[in-house]
């Protein structure tokens, strides 16, 4: 094969452009950034996306795409109050436009039309800083070749937070002003305005620090699962398997950590090897146990009630 010589390519992620095939004979162009969908490979051209995601990738979109999920969950408990019975249809809401928003971002991403995505395989922390490589040959002309070395991984989320905030605007309204009567007209619209200030911030955690959720992602569930689950089994005076069982509710709220201590544990393993890393997951109840068995010695409502009176 025919391969067009060209001076070295500077930079880590600098690479050259293919400009002609015919045959076995190949033109690329000058080295610089190269197209969205595409990065260099080890000899410095520029070579498309065509990988699918790894599992861990995908675990960690999952991740993204959770964390508003759970904010709007967040939000529509704390201002719905215990006696409005839209809470629920709230919450079917959120997880709807959720849902909506990552099938229509798979569905609009490359390939177009299908639920699955190309990507580019992540191999360093640097590659979602590409910007931070640009070279300087003589130490006066930087040559730019910022690009998106994890395609899509970087983007697609970006996507995804604007689809949900899209379909957030045009359903969430239209429901509360109908169901939730039982909230005055103040605070209908209060997890509303929570998402307008939460979907920013958002959007600037993934910007700066995008490439470190990636690696972080599963201790971060891990770590904030704990916490939670202990604050609220706290707040709720849950001191023994009756006052788990007595509401559905909690319940609710225990699954739901135990999913995500699962999630945690899948992330960090990889399930690499599945017959060591599956007895990993009857770890999952743990953390409950732990606090039932204990929560006689520490009696968290009396330092309930003792913060209460100021004590």
Known sequence: MAVDIQPACLGLYCGKTLLFKNGSTEIYGECGVCPRGQR???QKYCQPCTESPELYDWLYLGFMAMLPLVLHWFFIEWYSGKKSSSALFQHITALFECTMAAIITLLVSEPVGVLYIRSCRVSMLSDWYTMLYNPSPDYVTTVHCTHEAV???YTIVFIYYAFCLVLMMLLRPLLVKKIACGLGKSDRFKSIYAALYFFPILTVLQAVGGGLLYYAFPYIILVLSLVTLAVYMSASEIENCYDLLVRKKRLIVLFSHWLLHAYGIISISRVDKLEQDL???????????????????????RILSEGANGH
Do not use: R
């Open 40 to 42: 260099t490979n080890a």
């Open 151 to 153: 395609y899509p991984l």
């Open 279 to 301: 007895p990993l997951l009857a770890l999952v109840p743990t953390p409950a146990l732990f606090y039932l068995f204990t929560a006689k010695f520490t009696e968290p409502s």
